[in-house]
């Protein structure tokens, strides 16, 4: 038997079909580890515990969701990831996946993602992840993202939660601890996506996106993010007082953060941004000027995941020693 | 590198119009993606079926919650 001609739609014959790697590429498997990883820190820091199996699910569930999210941003942002160095290899721009199957893998895993989080941990997990889902898909990607220089501002609340449903995972509840992992990404996130902004900055021109060097200069972006960077990094120490953080906290949180300050302090002195983007595509592609800024987002990651890793080995790996502030949790 | 062999010779089809090998491209790769949908199918009921059994053995008191 033979399989008929109209089985097929004409176009998507000649298009390159999509396969696996691409619905993975679809997901932002980068931006999915760093949430899993500060998930799991928000999970083993909590002061409690479900079924190991149960949290695995609960974890997986949360990548899920990451994922459908990034999947669910790659749909509607297909026109101006196309115009972009960085984005126009991601796999709806190359028509390897078409914006509906994106908007439909999106929303199924989407869905998938908060039924396995509501039955392996809880409501209130369940209901953060779903609400991240939401902030992250339709009021940063939709509403902001085109419209404001803010856009990374608020729309950082999508990548906080993480921590926050783990520790809701663990708990049933958000207590202060949690809100301050929440703060801490949410601060983090300006310094981090403006220093990319900065030597990127043509990109998002040409896309029409209103980053803040776009719309408001590369001098007044070196400025907040130096001022983003004064609050974050004394911000970033207060898991010590709560008695969240220990002794290995103290010394990731207070070292971490005054090379954080050194490395802000210089590109707000640089001229980073000043010239426009780097001619290539890559993320980590920079032009000689732009150096400092380049640098500051690559060791924002570091500087992030030290923080988190340093909760994962006081509270997974038994490395707590209390300072003495604050109740120990 | 050792010379194409006969075996490899016969997995050309040459006797295919470029579409016609675009046609087997397009569904061979459609079908490796509906086994991958059937496989997350079986994974997310295995997941919820994991979820079950954990369930019932921690509310019958065979472990603390």
Do not use: C
Not at chain 2, 3 to 16: C, F, I, M, N, R
């Amino acid at each position: 038997m033979t399989t008929p001609v109209s089985s097929a739609p004409a176009d998507a014959v000649t298009a390159a079909p999509a396969e696996w790697g691409d619905y993975l590429a679809l997901m932002k498997p980068r931006v999915m580890t760093l949430v899993v990883f500060t998930a799991f820190a928000g999970y083993v820091a909590a002061p409690g515990s479900i079924h190991p199996v149960m949290a695995a699910i609960a974890i997986f569930a949360l990548a899920l969701g990451a994922g459908a999210a990034g999947a669910l941003n790659m749909a509607y942002d297909a026109d101006i990831d196309a115009r972009m160095r960085r984005t126009r290899k991601r796999p709806v721009p190359q028509g390897k996946v078409s914006v509906s199957d994106a908007y439909g893998f999106g929303i199924v895993g989407a869905a998938l993602s908060v039924i396995l989080m509501a039955l392996s941990a809880n409501y209130v997990a369940a209901g953060l992840l779903a609400f991240s889902i939401f902030f992250y898909a339709v009021i940063y990607t939709m509403g902001l993202k085109r419209r404001t220089p803010q856009n990374i501002v608020i729309g950082g609340a999508a990548g906080a939660f993480p921590p926050m449903i783990g520790w809701a995972a663990a708990t049933g509840s958000v207590s202060l601890d949690a809100v301050i992992l929440f703060a801490i990404i949410f601060l983090w996130t300006p310094p981090h996506s403006w220093a990319l902004a900065l030597y990127k900055s043509g990109d998002y021109a040409d896309a029409g996106v209103p980053m803040m060097p776009v719309a408001k200069g590369a001098a007044r972006t070196r400025l907040e993010i130096l001022i983003y960077s004064l609050i974050l990094v004394p911000f970033a120490v207060a898991p010590v007082f709560t008695g969240l953080g220990g002794a290995l906290y103290a010394v990731a949180s207070v070292g971490g953060g005054a090379l954080f300050l050194i490395m802000a302090v210089r590109v707000w002195q640089s001229k980073a941004g000043e010239a426009g983007s780097a001619e290539e595509g890559a993320l980590y592609a920079v032009r000689k000027g732009d150096r400092h800024a380049r640098d500051l987002f690559a060791y924002s990651i570091g500087y992030l995941a030290l923080l988190f890793a340093a909760l994962i080995a006081e509270h997974g790996l038994g490395a707590h020693v209390a300072l003495g502030f604050g109740g120990a949790s | 590198m050792s010379e194409p062999t006969v075996q490899d010779a016969s997995k050309t089809t040459p006797d295919l119009t470029p579409e016609e090998q675009a046609r087997r491209a397009f569904e061979k790769a459609r079908d490796r993606r509906n086994k991958m949908i059937a496989l997350g199918l079986v994974a997310f009921a295995v997941l919820i079926f994991t979820i079950t059994a954990i369930r019932l053995y921690q509310n019958t008191g065979g472990a603390a919650g």
